[in-house]
């Protein structure tokens, strides 16, 4: 497993499915990015765990954040949500089995890249800044079929 090669493919992926005018492996604040480059998308490592099977090579669950700001403008009446949503659509899309039993394997790296949990919404009623967080694990695959605990 080449770690670096799956957060690269998961990242290329996401951050070619929209306008992203700013896109990033490391997080920044809302605050840090100007309305004008925004939208904004920033993917976050979370963390790794190990599903152990006696005699065989660990499978890993590799848990990431994609984090996406959207800025309406001062002053317009715009819902926030409306420019949000259909990102939030492109993401979950890219990231959603099939009915076939499809999956996003980021190019056969993994077994599996898919949204896991609830997204986070802010829709910036007071404001002009909308954001989500969108929650997404990864399952390297090695020879045991045993699901992760």
Known sequence: MNRENIY?????????LSQFKTKGRRLKAFTEVPAESQPAFF??????????????????ALNVILVVYVNVGEGD????TSQLNPIIDAITSALEPTASGGRQTL???????????????DEALLGAQAM???PV????????????A
Do not use: C, H, M
């Open 8 to 16: 690269q493919a998961l990242f290329d992926l996401i951050g070619g």
């Open 43 to 60: 993917q976050v490592q979370q963390g790794e765990r190990a599903d152990v099977k006696e005699g065989s090579p660990n499978r890993w």
């Open 107 to 121: 190019g056969g790296l993994v077994r599996y890249a898919r949204v896991s949990g609830a997204i986070e919404i």
């Open 132 to 134: 989500a967080i969108i």
């Open 137 to 148: 694990e990864i399952l390297t695959e090695r020879d045991w079929s045993v699901a992760p």
């Open 77 to 80: 009446e715009s819902i926030s």
